[in-house]
């Protein structure tokens, strides 16, 4: 039997292509603390990551990754030899799709058996916005390779794995940890004040490893930390005004400043700002939470911050 032609494999994999999608993520309450147990409220947001898988050949993945704005922001082939072996390359960002993908491979050996793939990543945010490009990559190549995505997770970059129940789920869910084990609960939130609450970018990516290892070196005994942080967000889910929900996110800020040794994005940024501001996540970069009685738009604008995005167009 005659060789296809690369042509002919191209066309046959059109009837093998599988799609698969995961949603990007906000953290309201309990950033940092998440990690030792403490209760806190996420948001998957409307904006996330697809990944494309076709078959392929030469024992390899030729992979390519798009931005929101559809330009490659990485391409690369990747041999299975080098999953397998977890070879380290020049190009950082290869060596991290390296990681994971041998990780994967421990958790499911049986995919590197195949001739080959072709691999496409599709933003629907801007990467360096720090909605998810990590998170929402892992829990897709997971589903691919129907693995465990906070296993793989873990083994990877570690973290709490609210990220990945937020990939995983279309509504607010509480997470917290119970013995190192993720526990996910949908929950309503749809405050009468959403209209009030705006989500700003800071104009800088947060490293999320850096942001737990500088917590780590700052944190002892926080049980009683975990107590207030776990009351807020309960409270935070019940908060019926925009005046109780401020209160609560400002209360909430300042416990973590007291932590992490860190003045609140307000304190050193928005200081004359007329509302409340929350970080979200790692603090001193991606988004942070502005809840105000008016549309702040023009006041952050004028300060060079252009990416102010209402509740509405953020959250699913």
């Known amino acids: ?163 990945i129940a937020c990939a995983q789920n279309d509504t607010p869910i509480l997470y917290h940890l119970e013995n190192e084990n993720p526990i996910v609960e949908s929950v309503r939130f749809a405050p009468e004040f959403a209209s009030n609450l705006y989500f700003i970018y800071l104009n800088k990516k947060q490293s999320s490893k850096s942001a737990i290892q500088s917590y780590r070196e700052k944190t002892n005994n926080i049980s009683q930390t975990i107590i207030a942080i776990d009351e807020m967000t309960s409270g935070i889910l019940k908060a019926e005004t925009l005046s109780e929900f401020k209160k609560l996110i400002q209360r909430h800020e300042a416990i973590l400043s007291a932590i992490l040794e860190l003045p609140t994005a307000q304190s050193s940024l928005f200081l004359d700002f007329n509302g409340t501001i929350k970080s979200l996540g790692g603090w001193g970069g991606d988004f942070i939470l502005a809840a105000s009685e008016i549309d702040p738009t023009i006041y952050f604008k004028q300060k060079g911050y252009e990416t102010v995005i209402p509740y509405s167009k953020m959250i699913l």
Do not use: C
Request: hydrophobic share 40%; charged share 20%; proline share 2%.
């Open 1 to 163: 039997m005659a060789e296809l032609s690369e042509a002919n494999i191209l066309i046959l994999n059109s009837f093998n292509l599988k799609t698969f999608y995961s949603n990007g993520k906000l953290l309201i309450t309990g950033e940092y603390v998440v990690l030792d147990g403490a209760k806190a409220l996420a948001l998957p947001t409307k904006f996330g990551q697809d990944l494309v898988v076709e078959n392929g050949f030469g024992k390899e993945i030729r992979w390519k990754s798009f931005d929101s704005d559809g330009s490659i922001w990485f391409e690369e082939v990747i041999s299975f030899e080098a999953i397998a072996n977890k070879s380290e390359d020049k190009n950082p960002i290869k060596n991290t799709i390296i990681e994971i993908l041998h990780e994967a491979y421990l958790l499911n050996p049986k995919f590197l058996k195949s001739e080959g793939y072709s691999v496409t990543t599709n933003l629907t945010f801007p990467r360096s916005w720090g909605l998810g490009t990590s998170s929402t990559l892992i829990n897709n190549i997971a589903q691919w390779l129907k693995i465990d995505a906070f296993a793989l997770l873990k083994n990877s970059f570690g973290g709490s794995g609210y990220d």
